[in-house]
């Protein structure tokens, strides 16, 4: 028989029990609100309104996911569906994301947090998150038939876990990848240093590396592209609709790029040396960092990298693949360089007075020519500068560096002037006859050096 003390040892232990099932809990508590985001405007920081304090990401044309909390754990509700995304303005595509959008919404927590996050799912057929980069238990990792069965269309599962290291992490299905991240299902999950002092920054900039191909005229990716994609993006974004990065000057910077296409992307960024100081799998090191001007981000990985603001300026940053500055362009048009097209020219515009020939100089007219596009497609390069087209499309932005921002004002300062005698200019005097590499070889000669005093 029981005595009283057990009956209560033996009730405690089980309201124990109760306490630590998501279950139990998310019965009492019902589902935490899921936030629907409806535009691709960047949303301004979201600053923590419990818990240790720090400097919240600013996801490029994206935003993050708010949470509540319930009883000490950070509760936050994704919905996997089909959205539709506008890639740059007059483009529009049919995509499978979370929350209204693709890329979903960037996940921001703390070290030490214990998160519980409901994914429900509203595709037409079952999916998972996989937390990439995560420290966390194996039936937790969202590899569907390994880890736990695919969620239904239809049903809610729920994903529970402490977040024992800080860093940048990433999120995507580990079921129909394929196809699920060829529409556009990933995103980015922050976790904060719980200590405030362990490097920080000014701001913090999160770009998403996808790519898509999606026929110009229509809406859908075709989801068996392997290499030969058509529209390079950031966060599901096309230049010259992606937004700049705004940044004060004298800001410490970091900028965080997770690769989730099916190729490298070198990021160059101009105006400036940095040094990597984070990847998926952690912090790096002081004595292990090293400068860079461009970053090759991996497949299924994530770089980041600090710098500090001294420079104002507009500088570029970009992929350094060439064709993934470009947009929706084909891959099978012959190089018509040097070639004389004024014959051909002259007979087609007898039958059709608009024709334009393209190519015969290089390839810099298409930026700045205003061509008939089919519906729903952004022309291949385009995007203006103060000083003309500057002939990019896909994975291209600016970062505007300026004096005198204040700390959470990302709103684009526009173009920058160049102080006086700071820019190049024409040269209007003489030009003398270029010397050939040809005979400016003859005129050395072997053994001596070249200038005489
Ligand atoms: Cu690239």
Known sequence: ?????????????SAALVSTNAWTKTTNMGL?????????????????????????VVTLNGWTLPHRMNNGVKELHLVAEPVEREMAEGMTAYLWGYNGQSTGPTIEAVEGDRVRIFVTNKLPEHTSVHWHGMILPSGMDGVVGLSHPGIPPGKTFVY????????????????????????????????????????????????????FDIDPGSYVPKVMTMVDFNLWCWNSRLFPDIDPLVVNKHDRVRVRVGNLTMTNHPIHMHGYDFEVTCTDGGWVRPEARWPEVSIDIPVGAMRAYEFDAKYEGDWAIHCHKSHHTMNAMGHDIPTFIGVNKSDLTRKIRGLQPEYMPMGTAGMADMGEMEMPLPDNTVPMMSGWGPYGAIEMGGMFSVVKVREGLASDDYSDPGWFENPPGTQAYEWTGELPDLARAENARTTITPGRTRTKS
């Open 1 to 13: 028989m029981l005595n009283r003390r057990q009956i209560l040892g033996v009730g405690a232990a």
């Open 160 to 211: 529970e876990f402490d977040l024992v290291k800080s860093g940048t992490f990433m999120y995507h299905p580990h079921a129909d990848e394929m196809v699920q991240m060829a529409m556009g299902m990933m995103g980015m999950f922050i976790v904060h240093p719980r200590d405030p002092a362990f490097m920080p920054v000014d701001r913090d900039f999160l770009i998403m590396l996808n790519a």
């Open 32 to 56: 935490p609100e899921a936030a629907l985001m409806e535009t691709a405007a960047t949303q301004p920081p979201l600053h923590p309104s419990t818990g240790p304090d720090y400097q919240p």
